[in-house]
């Protein structure tokens, strides 16, 4: 028995009747020999760490573009919070941590530079929107080239699943895109871990970067309800306490409703018609309390937009610009589609080339895309 046995015997003895074993993963795409060292989820993990994408969020903004402070938060760092709070999460319930680790630090390898003004700007051009999402399934599955002998980079359905599925907290996903990954069907609880997982981070974190940019008021935040009940009877600051709270709220309500539901197996889990991992509905109002001041006063503030504001120009002109003349574009970036973009006429040349300019783009950095504006178009757009 080599090491991966010995884990994957580890999984069947310790994790919980409903987590998911790596001996039990529907594959890859490309079938490959298995790993001697690491169960599947674990490489899956190793393959995203060091992946291009994943190097990239580094310098794309959460909220602060990247030069605005070095100490507020990228997509970098929200990705390695979503780790941590999940591996909690996880532990507790005795899920697959290595598949939570996988998914938490895959979830947003589809973003684009900017943040959310980046994915709105980009939604608001193509006749098929944009889904950050979405993108990232399409870089783990087509657009990576860590591995020259194959496309992407050949994760198991259950981490793209993942990916995917990491916004059902939030979203109803289209039923008639991604269909390979069963876009109305239940994703593993360690899936829905991170639809957790990720806006307790981003909550949190946006909530402390707020106050340290001196555009929240921790005077006026402590007449929220979530607030009332961390500063009782404590004399460490409340805002500390916003990510325990929350994750012991989780932690308990889906203990709670695993025996309510009867959850035994995995395929019950996702047989179930909703997300099994929740708030309990008390903390989730409050929580959805804090959510709509953070963006009445944080997201909404004028500061903020004007970088968003800035962030969506140059993502717009950007892409009109590519649009208009595909020989602005990196020869690399056209290479596959040189001959047909050559011969085809204007509306074959549009469709061979929006999705081109838009996996480009979306790929960028935020100081790639200030530094290919500047050499492609000029002076930097200033905020209105």
């Not at 990705?79 to 939570?100: D, F, K, P, R, Y």
């Not at 998914?103 to 973003?111: A, N």
């Not at 007449?223 to 709270?245: C, F, H, N, Q, T």
């Not at 962030?311 to 892409?319: A, F, V």
Request: hydrophobic residues 40%; proline residues 5%.
């Amino acid at each position: 028995m080599n090491i991966r046995q010995e884990l994957e015997a580890r999984e069947r003895r310790e994790l919980a009747p409903y987590a998911t074993l790596s001996t039990a993963s529907r594959g890859r795409e490309h079938p490959i020999e298995p790993d001697p060292i690491r169960t599947v989820f674990q490489r899956d993990r190793d393959r995203i760490i060091h992946c291009k994408a994943f190097r990239r969020l580094e310098y794309k903004t959460q909220v602060f573009v990247n030069h605005e402070g070095d100490h507020y938060r990228t997509r970098l760092t929200h990705s390695l919070e979503v780790w941590q709070i999940g591996q909690t999460i996880a532990t507790a319930l005795g899920l697959n941590l290595n598949l939570v680790g996988a998914i938490s630090l895959g979830h947003d390898l589809g973003h684009t530079p900017f943040g959310h003004s980046g994915e709105n700007a980009l939604n608001s051009i193509l006749p098929e929107g944009f889904r950050h999402y979405e993108q990232g399934v399409r870089v783990v599955e087509e657009l990576d080239d860590s591995y020259p002998d194959q496309p992407g980079l050949n994760l198991t359905f259950e981490v793209r699943e993942g990916i995917l599925k990491h916004v059902l907290w939030k979203i109803n996903l289209d039923p008639n895109r991604f269909s390979h990954l069963e876009p109305t069907v239940m994703p593993s609880l360690e899936a829905q871990v991170i639809n957790m997982a990720d806006p307790i981070a981003f909550i949190s974190h946006d909530l402390d970067d707020g106050l340290r940019a001196g555009i929240l008021d921790e005077a006026d935040l402590r007449r929220l309800r979530i607030a009332e009940r961390l500063s009782a009877g404590s004399e460490r600051p409340w805002v500390r306490r916003v990510i325990p709270l929350l994750v012991i709220d989780v932690i308990q309500e889906t203990v709670k409703r695993l025996a309510q539901f009867s959850i035994d197996s995995p395929s019950h889990v996702r047989k179930h018609a909703e997300l099994i991992v929740d708030f309990s509905p008390e903390i989730k109002q409050e929580n959805e309390e804090l959510s709509a001041y953070l963006y009445e006063n944080f997201y909404d503030d004028y500061r903020v937009r004007r970088m968003r504001k800035q962030g969506s120009r140059i993502i717009e002109e950007l892409y009109h610009v590519f649009m208009g003349d595909w020989r602005l574009l990196p020869t690399a970036v056209t290479a596959a589609k040189r001959d047909d973009l050559i011969n085809a006429n204007d509306k074959a040349e549009e469709e061979l080339l929006r999705p081109i300019v838009r996996d480009y783009i979306a790929g960028m950095t935020d100081r790639f895309a200030f530094k290919t504006y500047a050499q492609v178009i000029g002076s930097i757009p200033l905020p209105e």
